[in-house]
């Protein structure tokens, strides 16, 4: 059974960071393209990041220059390091693997930046 697990989300001030962790169990996480998604309240779902296996990643314009995304496959895990957050950086935070016609998302962790 493929579980993804996030963790690393809280309430943080406008100009902060956080860390987002997400372990992986029952795929290969290296097999697979890697990334975290958002959800604000109202909005759709939208891609923050995402990451290969050869280590490419790829940026919404919104978070370049101020998120990382990175991978850890020793310990099947994906990481996301948040820095100057902004108020409009809130939102649920969910890790996503795929792969060909598979897609697994975590159960998210809500990040709220606000003074």
């Known amino acids: 059974q493929v579980q993804l697990v996030e963790s690393g989300g809280g309430l943080v001030q406008p100009g902060g960071s956080l860390r987002l962790s997400c372990a992986a169990s029952?795929?290969?996480?290296?097999?697979?393209?890697m990334g975290w998604y958002r959800q604000a309240p109202g909005k759709q779902r939208e891609l923050v990041a995402t990451i290969i296996s050869l280590g490419n990643t790829n940026y919404a314009d919104s978070v370049k220059g101020r998120f990382t995304i990175s991978r850890d496959n020793a310990k099947n895990t994906i990481y996301l390091q948040m820095n100057s957050l902004k108020p409009e950086d809130t939102a649920v935070y969910y890790c996503?693997?795929?792969?060909?016609?598979?897609?697994?998302w975590g159960q998210g962790t809500q990040v709220t930046v606000s003074s």
């Open positions: 029952g795929i290969i996480s290296s097999g697979y393209v």
């Open positions: 996503n693997a795929a792969r060909f016609t598979a897609s697994y």
